[in-house]
């Protein structure tokens, strides 16, 4: 009866599973910043093996963390706090300057290149089931181009 009651908890873990799958964050990084600039950006590449969205951020670095999106408005870009960022199943979604990007404002000091930020995602699932993931992200230089290459 035991291996009965265990395979039952094995196919319930396994339906289960795929609202809590993590989420791959990869080549992430945060713009360092000079004495009196009060935020900064943080890109990375989400890509999450179920349909799930980035709907907040949270860091000790920062007193508002929010999830942007720039878009032309009237031929002028336009920044602003989106409510989540859909993460298809499967497709890598890019964070980059210029366009969608974690966004930490009202910083309590500067961000100077070799320091590392940790940075809390939050997801939800289409099950409404959230989840946090906990990523260490590098200060990358203020003047680095944006297509720099991870190390």
Do not use: C
């Not at 999450?48 to 031929?75: K, N, R, W």
């Amino acid at each position: 009866m035991s291996s009965k009651l265990s395979l039952l908890a094995l196919a319930l873990a396994l339906v289960a599973a795929p609202s809590f799958a993590q989420v791959t964050v990869a080549d992430a990084w945060v713009r360092g910043t000079v004495a009196t600039q009060s935020a900064t950006g943080a890109f990375m590449n989400l890509t999450s093996p179920v349909d799930t969205a980035l709907v907040s951020a949270a860091s000790p670095v920062a007193g508002l963390v929010e999830v942007h999106a720039m878009s032309m408005d009237g031929g002028v870009m336009r920044m602003r706090a989106i409510p989540q960022l859909p993460l298809p199943a499967g497709k890598t979604v890019n964070l980059k300057p210029g366009g969608y990007h974690v966004m930490l404002m009202d910083l309590k000091g500067p961000l100077k290149e070799g320091e590392t930020v940790p940075i809390t995602l939050t997801f939800v699932g289409k099950d409404g089931k959230r989840t946090t993931q906990d990523v260490k992200v590098p200060v990358r230089a203020l003047t680095a181009p944006a297509g720099m290459p991870h190390h």
